[in-house]
């Protein structure tokens, strides 16, 4: 069972490398079900659109993740209650419409859980992740409830995100991190046999600052009165997420494969 997550999709760069290659990616490497952090897919690079979310379905994405930036896009609130293959953060403050996590079917027809989270530091305010994450523990099992499970724990630091490795480990498939935009290259298998990478990174122009325009980025961190509000750099995207196979039996994982494709990260890993 191959098992691919990408991080966060920014803007119309991002957008346009996932839907290109994703579908040759999902033949080649013979990969059963899709996770992409969707989030700042949106043209203006926060947020995400109904179309965002049908023109990822149709090349091969099987559930799109979020967390801070889900409801950027006013549409969003009216649509994701009907959409449940998207995703907003689980321990958002009640009432917010959609779901948090799901038990779906891959493309070979397995049972695969996913939980999105939002870590409490340095975000926007949610509840608890970590009894968020216990309670899912308790409710959710490995092999008796999903065949698999993937955890997307969408935070800013990485000692957050780290802790929630080893809460998760033996007890699902895989756990990354996104929303920091850069990939970190500690993707490992963990000692009972969760997948584990503290950032998967973004799939979007590097040539950028965390995916914004990094001229105007500069300008706002000099606090230049002529800077605009953030918007996506437009130059080729890099694809960047990390790939399971995972063990049918137990549903833990086997061999973890970092992807970085394209732009200017290509052949790093
Ligand atoms: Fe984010």
Same mark, same amino acid.
């Given at each position: 069972?191959?098992?691919?997550?990408?991080?966060?999709?920014?803007?119309?760069?991002?957008?346009?490398?996932?839907?290109?290659?994703?579908?040759?990616?999902? =033949? &080649? !490497?013979?990969?059963?079900?899709?996770?992409?952090?969707? #989030?700042? /897919?949106?043209?203006? *690079?926060? @947020? +995400?659109?109904?179309?965002?979310?049908?023109?990822?379905?149709?090349?091969?994405?099987?559930?799109?993740?979020?967390?801070?930036?889900?409801?950027?896009?006013?549409?969003?609130?009216?649509?994701?209650? =009907? &959409? !449940?293959?998207?995703?907003?953060?689980?321990?958002?403050? #009640?009432? /917010?419409?959609?779901? *948090?996590? @799901? +038990?779906?079917?891959?493309?070979?027809?397995?049972?695969?859980?996913?939980?999105?989270?939002?870590?409490?530091?340095?975000?926007?305010?949610?509840?608890?992740?970590?009894?968020?994450?216990?309670?899912?523990? &308790?409710?959710?099992?490995?092999?008796?409830?999903?065949?698999?499970?993937?955890?997307?724990?969408? *935070?800013?630091?990485?000692?957050?995100?780290?802790?929630?490795?080893?809460?998760?480990?033996?007890?699902?498939?895989?756990?990354?991190?996104?929303?920091?935009?850069?990939?970190?290259?500690?993707?490992?298998?963990?000692?009972?046999?969760?997948?584990?990478?503290?950032?998967?990174?973004?799939?979007?122009?590097?040539?950028?600052?965390?995916?914004?325009?990094?001229?105007?980025?500069?300008?706002?961190?000099?606090?230049?009165?002529?800077?605009?509000?953030?918007?996506?750099?437009?130059?080729?995207?890099?694809?960047?997420?990390?790939?399971?196979?995972?063990?049918?039996?137990?549903?833990?994982?086997?061999?973890?494969?970092?992807?970085?494709?394209?732009?200017?990260?290509?052949?790093?890993?």
């Amino acid at each position: 069972m191959n098992i691919l997550v990408l991080g966060d999709v920014v803007g119309p760069s991002g957008v346009k490398a996932v839907t290109e290659k994703l579908p040759g990616l999902i =033949k &080649e !490497k013979k990969i059963d079900f899709v996770v992409v952090n969707g #989030e700042n /897919a949106a043209d203006g *690079g926060v @947020g +995400i659109t109904k179309k965002n979310t049908e023109d990822f379905f149709n090349a091969g994405v099987d559930v799109i993740t979020s967390g801070n930036h889900i409801w950027d896009e006013k549409e969003t609130m009216q649509f994701i209650s =009907k &959409e !449940k293959r998207l995703l907003r953060p689980e321990n958002s403050i #009640e009432p /917010a419409p959609g779901e *948090g996590l @799901g +038990i779906f079917n891959s493309k070979n027809n397995k049972k695969v859980a996913v939980i999105n989270l939002m870590g409490n530091i340095f975000m926007k305010k949610s509840e608890d992740v970590f009894q968020a994450a216990k309670k899912f523990i &308790e409710n959710v099992k490995l092999k008796k409830d999903s065949d698999f499970i993937v955890v997307d724990m969408h *935070g800013e630091i990485t000692s957050e995100k780290m802790a929630m490795g080893y809460l998760f480990d033996g007890k699902v498939t895989m756990v990354v991190g996104t929303h920091t935009h850069v990939p970190t290259s500690d993707h490992r298998i963990m000692e009972k046999g969760t997948a584990y990478q503290t950032d998967i990174g973004m799939c979007g122009d590097y040539n950028s600052v965390i995916g914004m325009n990094r001229d105007n980025s500069l300008k706002k961190f000099f606090k230049d009165p002529s800077a605009k509000r953030h918007f996506p750099a437009l130059g080729e995207a890099t694809i960047s997420g990390l790939m399971v196979t995972a063990d049918d039996s137990t549903g833990l994982a086997k061999k973890v494969q970092p992807i970085i494709i394209g732009g200017s990260l290509q052949g790093r890993i």
